[in-house]
């Protein structure tokens, strides 16, 4: 039985037993029942006890309650059995949720422009506000840890969750409050939703340092950076700067094949390890006729706001030493998910690997640290860190 269809039987015989005993169908209590795994056995004794508690004991302190239906706590008892494995990306959505999610990855939506994800305390956090978007606009940074969203306490809600909040029809706004880290403030945003579409790719050229800007890992992202290189074959500049900051991922398969234009064949740009069911699988450059290092100084520039595709093509660069990494240490988000329907209605998204780099550094433990590290103030800008790095890179021996 493969991973997957035992997560979903397991998750399923959970439900029929909880259901049958809530409503008095059971004819043997949950102390009988336990479920076994490759990891672990899980007795339900206590369940059938808090339960028995709970009915005789409860009483709410609120104006107004509504009893939870037989659906809330099926969904409880998923929720509860998927967060037991404390992995951030590990994620049930009942039904309602599951749709919201697929809607979500289809393309344009209403929102603020933010990519979110949960830090390594687990706390809902800008990986990085998108280009021109009214979050970058209003002022979130990354780094940024988000509290309420409409005076909603967000605390031990899922990022999926939290992001159903913020986003919402267009033109409508949304107030939310961060507490920024770096300075030890608590911030409160109010932004008008607009129709966020990702961007992808622009260039520039700077103090002679021709820059590409990619913005994420799109399906498209490979050919728009394969045009870039030729409009930096024609400037005839020694210098190229590949700009990640605030870049949240997007497809590995991206990746691997913007990392193929500076890579030869072969050449190992990441290595997925999961359980024994799933393995591991080596991605590895397919060698495209691309960029010449010895010819040519490349940088990267990263910074907190960059995570999982763009760590895998900077931490690739890295460790062949084809680049010098410049800015701040990244994200390190380097996990693999899997999205899976229920039978429910619901889906399960479940990590089934872990990224690590050529020379096995794990992304999501250890991030991508520059070889330059540039360091912020009050004072810095966007454009003054590239203005810096464009400047560093060319002084490089």
Do not use: C
Request: net charge positive.
């Amino acid at each position: 039985m493969s991973l997957y269809k035992k997560i979903i039987y397991i998750l399923v015989l959970v439900i029929a037993v909880y259901l049958a005993f809530l409503y008095g169908k059971a004819e043997s209590n949950f102390g009988s029942v336990s479920i076994s795994s490759a990891q672990t056995t899980t007795s339900f004794a206590g369940l059938d006890e808090v339960k028995a508690l709970i009915d005789s004991k409860f009483i709410s302190w609120k104006a107004t309650y509504t009893p939870p239906t037989a659906k809330d706590l099926e969904y409880g008892i998923i929720r509860g059995y998927v967060d037991a494995y404390k992995d951030p990306y590990t994620v049930y959505f009942p039904p309602v949720e599951a749709q919201q999610f697929a809607q979500n990855v289809k393309g344009s939506f209403g929102g603020v422009g933010m990519e979110v994800g949960n830090n390594k305390d687990k706390l809902i956090t800008v990986i990085a506000p998108l280009k021109s978007s009214p979050a970058e606009k209003a002022g979130v940074k990354a780094g940024d840890i988000l509290t309420s969203v409409d005076d909603k306490d967000i605390s031990g809600m899922s990022v999926e969750q939290a992001v159903g909040l913020i986003r919402g029809e267009i033109g409508t706004k949304v107030t939310f409050k961060v507490y920024r880290p770096s300075t030890k403030e608590n911030k409160t945003f109010t932004i008008e939703r607009a129709e966020i579409k990702i961007p992808t790719i622009d260039t520039e050229t700077k103090n002679g340092v021709f820059v590409i800007h990619l913005y994420n890992f799109s399906a498209e992202a490979p050919e728009m950076f394969r045009k870039a290189l030729v409009e930096f074959t024609k400037t005839n500049s020694k210098y190229l700067m590949i700009d990640l900051r605030g870049n949240p991922g997007g497809y590995l398969e991206s990746a691997v094949q913007i990392g193929s234009y500076f890579l030869p064949q072969g050449a190992v740009i990441v290595e997925e390890k999961g359980n024994k069911e799933y393995g591991e699988n080596v991605h590895r450059s397919l060698g495209y006729s691309g960029i010449d290092s010895s010819k040519v100084k490349i940088g990267v520039l990263v910074d907190e706001g960059s995570a999982s595709a763009s760590e895998i093509l900077a931490g690739a660069l890295k460790d062949h030493k084809i680049a010098t990494i410049l800015g701040q240490k990244s994200f390190g988000k380097g996990s693999v998910q899997e999205f899976v329907n229920l039978a429910n209605g619901g889906a399960l998204k479940v990590t089934v690997a872990t990224w690590y780099t050529p020379n096995g550094i794990s992304i999501t433990k250890d991030g991508v640290t520059p070889n330059i590290e540039l360091k912020r103030s009050t004072s810095t800008t966007a454009v003054s860190e590239l203005n810096s790095a464009t400047l560093k890179l060319k002084t490089i021996k």
